[in-house]
């Protein structure tokens, strides 16, 4: 049998106990699962950037992989956690607006509100959720449970809101929603938004008060410390500098508008 | 056959050449061992931090998890390395304390001190035992060798002093053992301890001045910015700030007095 | 059948969305692929780090493992990427020199550009061939694809310079090239080049000003604090605090120079 695939994003920590210990009991409870560790550096309680990270990396996986995905302010509290099918993945995650983002691209097929304690730790603490009923439920899943005994289905889930560029003749006005490892700013306008205006090649990106002008390619072809505009692996439009940090250069962060003429 | 199981818990620092060395070691002794990461970013030569972490952490792995664990100021003198049972999980660590906590919940079963140099790499550095002995008998060991191979038992082993709580008829007065990675701060307190001196929701927590009334049970039942009390997941007490850095805020950390009221 | 071994070295950052993805293509092609990240931590675009890092990682690992490196900072550009074999071991990675370490032990036996489309993912992005590309070619080679069909063989390999010690009758120059997690200095200097001059506790080691009698074994037969001169795991000198920091306490970095009398 092949073994099944769990991935885990969470806010954790990379090397804190929390992740260690949900992956004991992953696989005391199923020890043929095969973990994967997408993310334990979300930044803690942010939800938004979790939702990002989430519709950017688990597309790639294969058909059902299973996406447990703990960023969970609310853990305690009444709070629900769901068990989502979208777009062939499948995900464990607390309903926060955690997969606002997965969603956006394709309607969920089957939403189930885990209701049911049988397949979650015996003793389930109130501050550790991840451990106690995540974990556990999850090794029920890789083991071939049938999703329908987790609980009842459910079709509310909840959302967050995702700023959209708003567009006029003269101009489209996005922001920067993310900013990478290498201090990229990622934006959320995109490439078919932008190309309508004409060749890329003529566009003027405006951000913090500095012009670029022209979208290009890639990072090679331009010097050291160019300040460039392009478009990221999920055809986003792009700020970077070139082997530098544009984040420091432009003190631009989440949120920064961006301008495209 | 199953996938033996292999965690590492290293202060290498989680990139560090030296984790992909152990794992090339351990790998190719044993091509089928299912490796996982506890952590490597254990503070350098902190033995007493990553006790606590371990102890946090490895119970819970399925029985005869072999957890290999290498905080060791010693390397290269004459400090012995030890194969433990305890608990149902199996442990490789150098004998300097470092499984001091783990011993705390239980007696070991079988204490064997690696003498046999069979099982180590044909050559030893002096400074990089977690690839030429540890992860080599590692690999011996998933591969199924009876652990009374690797050298005589032996039934002393090294301890650390563990702060216990001073209990009078009007105070419990422990300290910090550890700040997780949120900022929280994790005491010696544990609840067993503050629940004899009546409802949890009436005693008063006083930590570098700063006094809270009330253990609660969860993070999210309060305010944005809150000091709070609580029991983390192995029911000792915590101090937090609800989605904030407990830590930074009182200027707090291990050895810090915390004193229930 | 045993399960393909993949490495992967990058410097993307260990929790970036860019590593999940390109495990997602991975594992999408070859599900039963055992992978292990080295280091995601190489300091963005410095083939130089990287070059090092896998020449001390990658012998370590068995026979035929696939270490794929991507560290590109010519990604998109007409720089070639190449399939290599050597001292055992298989490598996919830009030709910019990043396999210029790992060719200093032996001469490839074999090196393939990949040239063949048919085994990259149908659409290639301009910024993230590591996705693209590398991880699609790897699954394919994961599944038994013989290399010969990637693209034809080449044998000008992009290489870089190495510093090399200089040696007179009075000293040997050389210059530290990696500082490690412990703020460890590791030089070019090798046990063969120090110990020709005599016995090692009788050389004298300058570096930054500061100057150390003798090469000792470990770090354990020192006192907290001292600084020392010992050989590395890899029979290289390296300068080290007990307990401490050598590259902030003699403010020394890659390209310091250390002299050994």
Known sequence: MEQP???LTTDFGRDSSYVGQMKGVLLSGCPGASIHDLSHSI???HVREAAIFLADTTPWFSADTLHVAVVDPGVGTSRRIVYVECDRQRYLAPDNGLLSRVLLKAPPTRVISLKNRKYWRSEVSNTFHGRDIFASVAAHLCLGLDPTGLGPEVDDLQTLDWAIPTTTDQQI?????CVDSFGNLLTNITVDQLVVRGPESERVVECQGRRITGVCNNYGNRTVGELIAL????LRLEIAVVNGNAAQQLDAREGTTVIVY
């Not at 006005?173 to 929603?177: K, P, T």
């Not at 478009?231 to 999920?234: G, L, M, V, W």
């Open 173 to 177: 006005v996005g922001e920067v929603i």
């Open 231 to 234: 478009f990221d692996s999920h």
């Open 43 to 45: 930044r803690p309680q």
């Open 5 to 7: 695939l769990v991935t």
